[in-house]
């Protein structure tokens, strides 16, 4: 198996320097907000978190590729960055702590693109998550003061806890009433949205998570933590990884319970 400690020292030190950036204009009242062509905001912040990452991978793994949500792809070759520079943008122009820059690292094989790196920081919440194949998922300020993620171990859906982000995308792409009797069938519903609730499946305070809509740097580095911590990761379709355009995560006991309402 091959050895990505490097690989993920090298993730903290992206996410140590993003964090510098994003936080210096978190709640900034002279913070420029501009409206993406999906409507979507995007901050300064923003992109200039993501041309600091782009910058330090330029510099310090030149053969590999990066995708990122503010400058799209760049290269090409069997390992790639996917990079979120501040997943949950809305919150972070209104001043409201929950958001994180997304980083992950991708490597081609036999079953295509699979994310074997990632790091989830959230300066505002205080709060960094991160994993790598075959070494585990962790919490903690650094990687010598960490604390080792786990799923929880509720196996029936009366007994679980379900996040989700919101209501409006179930229903525009049809499945709001499958959503809805999953909702029901659960013990508690919260919707945290954005990374957030991911990282509480790893850490096991919540049981299962989904999303009807999602981009790959939404997901990557959240896939490989879910995983590592002993979890699933799959789109809508049950195909495991980040690559399905939808995203469900569990603790591995409850996944076909939860897809089976998700797919009606």
């Known amino acids: 198996m091959p050895d990505y400690h490097d690989d993920l020292r090298l993730a903290h030190v992206l ?23 999906d409507m979507t905001p995007v901050s300064e912040a923003d992109k200039a978190a993501e041309e600091l990452i782009r910058g330090s991978l330029q510099r310090t793994r030149p053969r590999d590729a990066v995708l990122g949500e503010e400058f799209g792809s760049e290269g090409s070759g069997p390992r790639r960055w996917v990079v979120d520079p501040i997943d949950g943008t809305k919150n972070y122009v209104r001043g409201v702590p929950v958001w994180a820059t997304l980083i992950a690292l991708m490597e081609r094989g036999e079953g295509g693109d699979r994310p ?30 960490a604390t080792r993620l786990a799923v929880s171990r509720v196996s029936r859906l009366s007994d679980a806890s379900f996040a989700y982000s919101s209501l409006s995308g179930w229903e525009e792409r049809g499945k709001l009433n499958g ?5 029901r069938a659960c013990w508690r519903t919260r919707g945290y949205g ?10 096991g305070s919540v049981d299962l998570c989904a999303e009807p809509e999602l981009s790959l740097w939404d997901m990557a580095a959240n896939a ?21 355009g939808d995203a469900a995560a569990s603790n591995g006991l409850l996944h076909g319970a939860m897809l089976d309402y998700l797919r009606s």
């Open 15 to 37: 996410a140590d320097a993003a964090d510098s950036t994003t936080m210096e204009r978190f709640k900034a009242l002279d913070l420029k907000v501009e409206t993406k062509p």
């Open 116 to 145: 074997v790196v990632g790091v989830v920081s959230a300066p505002a919440l205080g709060r960094r998550w991160w994993a790598a194949e075959g070494l585990g998922a962790y919490t903690g300020r650094s990687l010598s003061s």
């Open 179 to 183: 959503f809805l009797d999953l909702t």
């Open 194 to 203: 954005d990374f957030w609730p991911y990282m509480m499946v790893a850490e």
């Open 224 to 244: 490989v933590i879910v995983q590592e911590a002993g979890g699933r990761f799959t789109g809508l379709d049950g195909v495991p990884g980040p690559n399905s």
